[in-house]
């Protein structure tokens, strides 16, 4: 029979070349640690710190940003400048940006009511030459008419107010007096007056050329305001359209406000100013009360100075009572603006602290005279309300959209 082979015949040798065999154990990789920036160590003693040790240290943060801010303040220097340079041009510009937003409800009733918008720019703007020329004529025929008998009553006034201060305990001898007229005298018939004259009609000549200039701008600005708007923000999309749209509306909605509720208050005050010194019978009555209204477009001094100068009309014309009642009516009319007016026509328009309009007023003046004083503290409300705006409308809460908690699970029965 047959034998079967043994086990230890049949089954192969182990395989020398085994990779079970002879393969070592795989060893994990060695873990290398990263090796951390220069920043974060301490410069070791002896060797020089480098560049990026000293601008990354806590003075080095702080140097840059000081750099930065006056880059900033450099810039923002030399745009005022720029401003500054071309004001016949930037100051049209702003007052017939500051009239549109003021004439803009007209427009829009007028648009309402099937005119177009070339019509409704021409009535608008006719209507208000026609208004400001009117004005212009009262306060030329008022002064032509008034001034003979002004002259007469200064002459008179003066001669009272001499006596006057010459009766007063105050040391004060005739040729002193005679001395302050000799001066005012000379000056008038000074060539340094004359110089003055001559940078006047300069002057003039420079306000004829921004007026048809703004209207020009104004023109444009009634019939396509809205056009123009959107034209500069249309290359913007998404949230910054958004932003554009919102700073738009806004400029419009507080610059047109503030003209209108400054114009309201003017006009309070002119009545009560005028209607006063007409019943005291005072010369030039009414080219008064207009420089009143004028003056109350300057928030907090600007009825002030027109009343004073009211007073000193009365004074130099009727005497010292009438003056001291004059001084009175302004005094009231300044409480009742304050304490009233301001406050309910102004509530929405100019919600500027009295601090930050005579900060704007100061800068204004510095920097652009009357006009600037005018326009400074407009500007100003205008920029504290977008800056309101920039991230979204001013009264909607960063939780607008209501989410509704589901309702509970009934309970088992």
Not at 187 to 215: C, D, K, N, P
Not at 369 to 387: F, R
Request: glycine share 10%.
């Amino acid at each position: 029979m047959p034998t079967e082979p043994s086990a230890s015949a049949s089954s192969p040798a182990p395989d020398a070349a085994t990779p079970s065999a002879q393969a070592p154990p795989a060893q994990a990789p060695a873990t290398q640690t990263p090796a951390t920036p220069s920043a974060q160590t301490p410069t070791p003693p002896g060797r020089r710190a480098s560049l990026r040790d000293l601008l990354t240290d806590k003075f080095g943060e702080l140097s840059i940003r000081s750099i930065q801010i006056l880059i900033v303040l450099t810039l923002a220097a030399v745009v005022v400048f720029a401003l500054v340079q071309l004001k016949l041009v930037v100051i049209p510009v702003l007052i017939a940006l500051i009239l549109a937003s003021a004439l803009n409800p007209l427009m829009n009733f007028f648009r309402r009511h099937g005119l177009s918008s070339m019509l409704a720019t021409w009535i608008t703007l006719v209507a208000g030459i026609v208004v400001i020329g009117g004005l212009i004529t009262l306060i030329v025929f008022a002064v032509r008419g008034q001034w003979s008998s002004l002259g007469d009553s200064a002459s008179q006034g003066i001669d009272d107010l001499h006596g006057f201060i010459v009766g007063l305990p105050i040391d004060i001898d005739q040729s002193q007096i005679d001395g302050a007229r000799d001066a005012v005298t000379g000056f008038l018939t000074s060539s340094q007056f004359g110089t003055g004259a001559l940078a006047g009609v300069s002057a003039a000549g420079e306000v004829i050329t921004g007026a048809v200039l703004m209207v020009v701008i104004l023109f444009f600005f009634l019939k396509d305001g809205g056009r123009i708007w959107r034209f500069l923000i249309s290359p913007f999309r998404g949230y910054r359209h958004a932003r554009g749209e919102r700073i738009g509306s806004t400029a419009v909605r507080v610059f047109g406000g503030y003209v209108r509720g400054t114009a309201i208050i003017a006009f309070v005050d002119a009545a009560a100013i005028g209607i006063g010194l007409a019943i005291l019978q005072v010369p030039l009555a009414l080219p008064l009360a207009i420089i009143v209204f004028i003056g109350a477009f300057i928030p907090i001094v600007g009825a002030t100075l027109a009343g004073v100068l009211a007073a000193l009309v009365a004074l130099v014309a009727n005497g010292p009572v009438v003056a001291l009642i004059v001084v009175i009516i302004v005094i009231g009319v300044n409480q009742l603006e304050g304490n009233f007016l301001q406050p309910v026509v102004m509530a929405q328009s100019l919600k500027l602290h009295p601090l930050v309009i005579l900060v704007a007023l100061t800068a204004g003046t510095i920097l652009g005279g009357i006009i600037g004083a005018v326009l400074s503290v407009p500007i100003a409300a205008v920029a504290w309300a977008i800056v309101k705006v920039w991230s979204g409308p001013e009264h909607e809460p960063h939780d607008a959209v209501e989410t509704r908690k589901p309702d509970p699970e009934p309970a088992a029965g």
